[in-house]
């Protein structure tokens, strides 16, 4: 047998698969474990590792007690100065027990502090969580994905062909199907991405520079949040909005309220059926390409690309895989949401380019953003 070869059955011999078992082997192993929490040189890292398997275990009991600050409106009126537990009580509309319990659950993981005996203070992340609203409606719309996941196995054994709480939410298109709830259904999930499309916008506005186009079609551009945003930093740009015939009129209402955007032109369609707007220098897909599996966003891909002129770009903005530092975010976080969801996948930067090269853009590149958690941007030419 070749090195590294497998023989059927057996796990390939690679020098790195021999070398992660032979670490698994000792860093699983009670001796190495107590050895490292003696050793002084080995001891910060060992308690390190030790903490990150304990988030690991009960990271959902966090996210439970995060709600918990916010669903209370403790989160809210600890945002706007110190309180007292009695206060905090009244307005969790708890006894003060209970509140106390939350309080030091909050504090032990850095959401709340107890400024001095009785009375409370926002801690270290509830003071970067309570002003971001993107984050507060991310929080409360987690119900459904805590739902959909309360048994993993079942919903992976599935394979997405029940309805989910999440697959409800998201139900894309639904007046295609003369559903009539589906302007209802649209308003709402409009409404969650507007909610987070701020810290989008921004990271794109700083990475990507605008100067050089004249024209941008934002595809399943939602109520036009980034488009807005767009606009006010770039005022030179014609703009355009593709999205679903229940989320244009969203759209059109957001912008009437503005009357600095009325050099905005609005397209209604099917992005995955009907033709992409032509005549634009530039077009951007800002978190929609994960929705979709890899058939439909190859498809989308092909689409956008024969609507553009050459030299004409794309623009592909949302969290990706594989980002260095934030991998829990990708195949962790999105995986499970969009499997849940029912469509879609989380893809790395790099198969984002391959895809685009597939379908025959060419000069495909990331730009590094300044908080790939929040979106990472990859960009193309006709
Ligand atoms: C996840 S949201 C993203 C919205 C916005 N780009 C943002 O980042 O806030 C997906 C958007 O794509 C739109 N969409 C989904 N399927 C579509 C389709 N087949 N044709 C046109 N728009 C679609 C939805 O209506 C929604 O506005």
Redesign the pocket.
Known sequence: MKQGRSIEGLPPRTLRMRFLEWRNRVIGSDRFQRFAARNPLLRPVARQRASAVFDLVAGFTYSQVLLGMVESGILARLGTGPAAVDELSRIAGLPETGTKRLLRAAQAIGIAQEGKAGWWVLGRHGAVLHGNGGAIAMIRHHRLLYADLADPLALLADERRSDTQLANFWK??AAKHGDPRSAAI?ADY?EL??DS?KA?AAEVLETFSFHRCTSLLDV???NG??LRAVSEAHPHLRLGL???PD?VPLARAQVSESASHSALQFHE????ADPIPQGYELVSL???LH?HDDEPARQLLENIRRALAPGARLLIAEPMAETSGAEGMGDAYFGMYLWAMGSGRPRSAREIRGMLEEVGFSATRQLRTSQPLITSVVVATA
């Open positions: 894309y298109g649209a409009s991405m507007a499309q989008v399943g551009g939602g949040t980034f593709f999205d679903l989320v369609g099917d992005f995955l800002v978190r929609i929705d």
